[in-house]
């Protein structure tokens, strides 16, 4: 049986998006940053269900964007996101030749940060990648562990999940995948280990 590596992307693979970004998201906005960050994460939920940019934009501004402004926001957002942790994409490819582990990419993500992942270079070190805005499922719900356990033809026990959330690896771990908590590239390489050790 094929083992796999299921691993999240925003801020286990990428970098937590960064403030300059909000600053200017909002800027374009015309909104406080601490209003325009709540406005985002308030209404993403749809979005990384596949809703479309000018819906997505046309809520966190609270009115009808304008094409020019929805496209210029799509590109800081998504030059936001694509900042790498430097250390998180080298141990999760070190790991996978060495034991000969598949990767496999699992991210709440819309269609613009969809693409601007494939279109990475580094992407092609993922066997498979699946995004919420294609699923038309995101986590936490176990709909979309399932989803990618049959795209992947694998069982449960030989998937290792990756997640900064909580409550991603906890919806993981009750359909019976192996997950840990991502909190720091550091501690990453023996998260890694402890799992090979354990699938022996």
Same mark, same amino acid.
């Given at each position: 049986?094929?083992?796999?590596?299921?691993?999240?992307?925003?801020?286990?693979?990428?970098?937590?998006?960064?403030?300059?970004?909000?600053?200017?998201?909002?800027?374009?906005?015309?909104?406080?940053?601490?209003?325009?960050?709540?406005?985002?994460?308030?209404?993403?939920?749809?979005?990384?269900?596949?809703?479309?940019? /000018? #819906?997505?934009?046309?809520?966190? +501004?609270?009115?009808? !964007?304008?094409?020019? %402004?929805? *496209? @210029?926001?799509?590109?800081?957002?998504?030059?936001?996101?694509?900042?790498?942790?430097?250390?998180?994409?080298?141990?999760?490819?070190?790991?996978?030749? /060495? #034991?000969?582990?598949?990767?496999? +990419?699992?991210?709440? !993500?819309?269609?613009? %940060?969809? *693409? @601007?992942?494939?279109?990475?270079?580094?992407?092609?070190?993922?066997?498979?990648?699946?995004?919420?805005?294609?699923?038309?499922?995101?986590?936490?719900?176990? #709909?979309?562990?399932?989803?990618? +356990?049959?795209?992947?033809?694998?069982?449960?026990?030989?998937?290792?999940?990756?997640?900064?959330?909580?409550?991603?690896?906890?919806?993981?771990?009750?359909?019976?995948?192996?997950?840990?908590?991502?909190?720091?590239?550091?501690?990453?390489?023996?998260?890694?280990?402890?799992?090979?050790?354990?699938?022996?």
């Amino acid at each position: 049986m094929t083992r796999w590596v299921l691993a999240d992307y925003g801020e286990v693979i990428s970098d937590p998006l960064p403030e300059q970004t909000i600053g200017e998201l909002a800027d374009l906005a015309g909104l406080q940053a601490d209003e325009f960050r709540a406005r985002y994460w308030k209404f993403r939920p749809p979005y990384d269900l596949g809703q479309s940019d /000018r #819906a997505y934009w046309s809520a966190v +501004l609270g009115r009808q !964007a304008e094409p020019d %402004l929805v *496209a @210029a926001m799509v590109r800081v957002d998504m030059a936001g996101w694509m900042t790498l942790n430097p250390r998180t994409l080298p141990a999760l490819i070190r790991f996978g030749i /060495r #034991a000969g582990v598949r990767l496999a +990419l699992l991210s709440n !993500a819309p269609e613009p %940060l969809a *693409a @601007a992942i494939d279109h990475s270079g580094w992407s092609a070190r993922f066997h498979r990648r699946f995004y919420s805005c294609r699923l038309g499922l995101a986590k936490p719900d176990p #709909a979309v562990f399932q989803a990618v +356990l049959d795209n992947l033809g694998a069982t449960p026990q030989s998937v290792l999940f990756i997640d900064d959330r909580a409550e991603n690896t906890l919806a993981a771990t009750a359909l019976g995948l192996q997950a840990v908590r991502f909190t720091s590239a550091e501690e990453l390489p023996g998260q890694l280990e402890d799992w090979e050790a354990s699938t022996r």
